[in-house]
């Protein structure tokens, strides 16, 4: 098993605005140019790092590694608040017409994919210098992720992963590095092995509204029907703030169902963790809580994905702690970005 769409990044984007219809309109009604902030750490960086969410697993993914890379190599192409803003970072207002001008000592791009506005500006700077286009995985992969890049050097989680996000491709080179939002998830519990791995109160849902991998109803129902059952806690996702999400919080919580819209953050949580297929259910593992996936006649895909991240189904023993590579994965990051220069 492997990608929907293992290299059409067209047919892709046209499987994510048949998700998202809505929202696809909109962008060509309005289609907003790729805008953001440049912040250099030095004259004539030779690292250019491309991100497009502030999202704690691209953070983790892509930020984290500059910190083990000299300052003044590097720069970073980001919407406003996400790049670094310590003593000696430079930054500038961004747009496309000016990458390819204020870069002209980059000799390699570092990303999370070419599928969303800077990423792909990187890309499309990559390849005009024919410089090496680096993909750093940040999250789980489903058969609806974006296709890799073509002839990226891929930086993944697992060799398993690899396999799925390469599968009919040979222009892909990889190596894994393991997962940084991980590791900080294992260093955030401290280590503590005497954390309990039993349920010591009614679980939380992890919600998934938005996904595009299911149908919303089939996801809505899963949700409420475990927390009627468990009394479990909804917690609902970032992304859940369009108008068909507030009114589902609204009538679950009109039906008795606790919605969780201010609780800790994620990393903070001490309540076991359901899911169906969030990253939230390997960090709550990594820092010794129980977690678990459910949902009621998975389709096949879902059972594959739930196999190779070892995800145990409500009922069954916790997930375990994901295996970690000794060294921190953004140290490995950094240095595969180094060997490649």
């Not at 917690?235 to 800790?264: F, K, L, T």
């Not at 963790?273 to 390997?282: I, K, M, P």
């Not at 009922?315 to 990051?333: I, R, Y």
């Amino acid at each position: 098993m492997g990608l929907t769409h293992p290299q059409d990044l067209r047919a892709w984007q046209r499987w994510q605005d048949s998700r998202h219809p809505a929202r696809s309109v909109l962008t060509r009604v309005r289609p907003r140019p790729a805008r953001g902030v440049l912040t250099r750490g030095g004259e004539a960086p030779d690292v250019l790092v491309a991100l497009d969410s502030g999202s704690p697993s691209n953070r983790a993914a892509l930020l984290a590694p500059v910190a083990h890379l000299p300052r003044e190599r590097v720069a970073v192409l980001a919407p406003p608040g996400l790049a670094p803003t310590s003593a000696g970072w430079r930054s500038a207002p961004w747009s496309a017409d000016t990458l390819d001008r204020s870069l002209d000592s980059v000799r390699l791009v570092v990303s999370a994919g070419h599928y969303l506005p800077l990423g792909g500006a990187g890309f499309a700077l990559a390849t005009s210098r024919d410089v090496p286009f680096v993909v750093v995985q940040h999250g789980l992969l489903t058969p609806h992720a974006p296709p890799l890049p073509p002839s990226a050097r891929l930086l993944a989680w697992s060799e398993a992963d690899v396999e799925f996000w390469c599968a009919g491709r040979d222009d892909v080179r990889s190596a894994v590095v393991g997962a940084q939002l991980l590791w900080e998830a294992t260093a955030a519990a401290g280590g503590d092995d005497d954390v309990p791995r039993t349920p010591a109160g009614p679980p939380t849902y992890l919600g998934q509204l938005h996904g595009a991998e299911l149908p919303r109803p089939v996801l809505a129902a899963a949700a409420e029907a475990f927390c009627r059952e468990t009394g479990a806690s909804y917690r609902p996702h970032p992304s859940e703030r369009d108008r068909a999400s507030r009114r589902q919080h609204a009538r679950w919580e009109a039906a008795g169902i606790v919605v969780e819209r201010d609780g800790p953050p994620l990393a903070e949580l001490g309540t076991p963790v359901v899911s169906v297929f969030s990253t939230g259910v390997l960090e709550a593992a990594a820092r010794g809580l129980p977690a678990w996936v459910e949902l009621p006649d998975p389709p096949p895909w879902l059972a594959e994905f739930w196999a190779r991240y070892g995800m145990r189904r409500w009922g069954e023993d916790p997930t375990p702690a994901p295996p970690l590579p000794a060294t921190a994965p953004a140290q490995l990051v950094a240095r595969a970005i180094e060997g490649l220069l």
